[in-house]
């Protein structure tokens, strides 16, 4: 009557026994793959048309944002239905490099890929309600064990004050990227309290991470 029950103590003894087998070898992690456009309508944005400092929180979908404030949709930055993300010299002196990167505390992120986007330039100052497009040249490097480049230019329609986005688009040398970093360039150099912004929208990730 007590074989059944000894039986079942020695195969649990014997799983356990294999379990703590030096050497074995531990579970391979899954890769989950999360593709999606960040549009940032999903973080509450300040609105008016000085948005003042506002981050994507860290990490967002994620990734870590840095240098980057939520734009209010419907301001003068960029005039589509959707939130957006943009820099200047203000949030760089603030809140750093403008980047987009798969590193922060407790992250699991691999890599990710950096597929596209739309950007403007906007020229700004203190005495203009409402900024105006103004050329630019965009340069965006990424890291994956060695650097990336590539520029993307935005040129405003002469004749029109309407600011209408240009979308940039990477290719496969964005791929397995750990970090991506934005540096604009403008045509005509501010002078003054003018200051120019660049501001981003319809992001198209592919986010790699264990899960």
Avoid at 15 to 25: K, Q, Y
Avoid at 117 to 136: A, D, H, M, P
Avoid at 153 to 162: A, R
């Amino acid at each position: 009557m007590f074989a059944p029950f000894i039986l079942t103590s020695l195969l649990l003894v014997s799983s356990w026994s294999a379990l703590a087998l030096p050497g074995a070898s531990p579970p391979t992690p899954q890769i989950c793959t999360s593709k999606y456009t960040a549009t940032y309508q999903d973080i509450k944005a300040l609105p008016g048309t000085d948005p003042g400092l506002n981050p994507p929180p860290t990490p967002y979908r994620y990734l870590a944002y840095e240098g980057f404030s939520v734009n209010a949709a419907g301001t003068p930055i960029i005039g589509t239905t959707d939130n957006s993300i943009y820099y200047d010299v203000v949030t760089q002196l603030l809140l750093g490099e403008p980047s987009i990167s798969k590193i922060y505390p407790d992250s699991t992120v691999t890599n990710f890929d950096l597929n596209s986007f739309i950007f403007v330039c906007v020229l700004q100052s203190l005495e203009s309600v409402k900024g105006v497009g103004t050329n630019c040249t965009l340069n965006i490097s990424g890291v994956k064990g060695k650097s990336v480049k590539k520029s993307c230019k935005f040129v405003q329609k002469v004749g029109t004050l309407s600011i209408t986005p240009v979308k940039c688009v990477l290719g496969s040398q964005f791929t397995g990227l750990d970090s991506v970093t934005f540096e604009t360039v403008p045509e005509i150099p501010v002078v003054g309290d003018e200051v120019v912004l660049t501001a981003l929208d319809n992001v198209a990730v592919e986010v790699r991470r264990t899960c």
